[in-house]
């Protein structure tokens, strides 16, 4: 795996666990002195990574399958604020999209449980990953160059 990704899955990692960018690099600092000294840290019990959330089916308390990831969307200071649940369609498709606290998501043994039905989060308001008004939603971060949301904090 490449340097690049390697970053990148780190930065996915904290910013799902709700560590803030200079968490992020403090962490990515020690792990290069760590490396070079030959240590390792791994992934603990009670953490999962973002990129097996996404897409990940969700359950009720019940154990029935209720939907699955569609995204997971940041607050400001990097924090996972909401998952996006698609419940109620068949394979993926007319599925409706429900917005849930990250802290209501459990997950344990990398499995999703949500203390709520099917019929309970087809019931929630639609939550709509792009807003029409801004654009907000509707483009990728650019790879490089670009302000990466610099003037939100003038």
């Excluded at 019990?45 to 959330?53: E, H, T, V, W």
């Excluded at 939603?137 to 490089?144: F, K, L, Q, R």
């Amino acid at each position: 795996m490449s340097r690049h990704h390697l970053t990148a899955s780190a930065a996915i990692v904290a910013l799902s666990l709700g560590l803030g960018p200079a968490a992020l690099a403090q962490s990515s600092m020690s792990n290069s002195s760590d490396a070079a000294a030959g240590a390792t840290e791994s992934i603990k019990p009670d953490q999962m990574r973002a990129s097996k959330i996404v897409g990940a089916t969700v359950y009720d308390r019940d154990n029935r399958s209720i939907g699955s990831v569609k995204d997971l969307i940041l607050d400001k200071s990097g924090k996972v604020d909401r998952v996006v649940v698609g419940v109620g369609g068949v394979l993926g498709v007319g599925d409706k999209n429900v917005a849930v606290s990250m802290s209501d998501v459990k997950f344990d043994n990398n499995r999703l449980t949500l203390d709520r039905t099917k019929a309970q989060l087809q019931q929630a308001t639609n939550y709509r990953l792009e807003n029409r008004d801004t654009g907000a939603g509707s483009s990728a971060v650019p790879v490089t160059g670009g302000t990466g949301g610099s003037r939100m904090n003038r």
